[in-house]
């Protein structure tokens, strides 16, 4: 069956230092993929899509890598601030337009 | 640009009642709109998706009687639970794409918590 796994453990990270979360998943073949950030008891939050002829993408301090060998995905924080604390969320889908899968999401907590 | 609302932000009910949630595209027009459940420490699930003048597309093991859908214009999508019992109780989120254009990035709602006692 589709899986979709992001780091399960909460990621604990100092101010200033770069973030790193990972989405691997199998069993599918997806066109796009994407980043979301959802803030406690809020819907999520669009971040950056990226093509499966993409290898990286990059949106001021955020960064997304995508690697269709190893059916992986890196999301990238620099310089992480308290603000960027939040769940991060990747998302599949297989055409334009089509549904998303979710992952279950890391919880980011940048201490001061 | 992109704004998704949706009404109420919470709801309490009890089991039996039917409840209804309304999700807006405030700014533009949506061709499709998706609903999804999540519940606490979970991914979001898609329950639906629906097109404008359509009837629903399901997700297999989501009940088409009990999670009605109706998509009457380009930006207003409800989704109504029938006789809602307590493991209703979930966060009920609905996303909407563009109608032309964009990156058919799927915009969301800030969701409707609802608690069936």
């Known amino acids: 069956s589709q899986k979709i796994e992001q780091n399960s453990e909460a990621l604990n990270i100092q101010e200033g230092k770069t973030a790193t979360l990972t989405c691997n998943y199998t069993n599918y073949s997806p066109a796009y993929l994407q980043w979301y950030r959802q803030d406690p008891g809020r819907g999520p939050v669009f971040l950056l899509l990226i093509r499966e002829n993409e290898k990286e993408k990059r949106k001021e301090r955020l960064k997304v890598t995508f690697d269709t060998t190893l059916k992986q995905s890196l999301f990238h924080i620099t310089a992480s601030q308290p603000a960027d604390s939040a769940t991060y969320l990747c998302a599949l889908t297989a055409a334009w337009g089509g549904k998303l899968i979710f992952g279950q999401g890391t919880e980011l907590s940048v201490k001061p | 640009g992109a704004v998704v609302s949706q009404h109420p932000s919470w709801v309490i009910c009890k089991s039996g009642t039917s409840v209804k949630i309304e999700c807006r595209s405030l700014d533009f027009q949506a061709t499709t709109m998706f609903w999804y459940r999540q519940f606490p420490k979970q991914s979001l699930m898609l329950m639906a998706t629906?097109?404008?003048?359509?009837?629903?597309?399901?997700e297999q093991g989501v009940e088409k009687d009990k999670f009605l859908i109706n998509h009457a214009s380009l930006t207003l999508s409800t989704l109504t639970v029938t006789s809602a019992h307590p493991e209703d109780s979930s966060f009920y989120i609905c996303?909407?794409?563009?109608?032309?254009?964009?990156?058919?990035?799927?915009?969301f709602g800030p969701g409707t918590r609802l608690t069936v006692l």
């Open positions: 996303s909407a794409t563009r109608l032309a254009g964009g990156t058919d990035t799927q915009y």
């Open positions: 629906s097109n404008e003048g359509s009837k629903a597309t399901y």
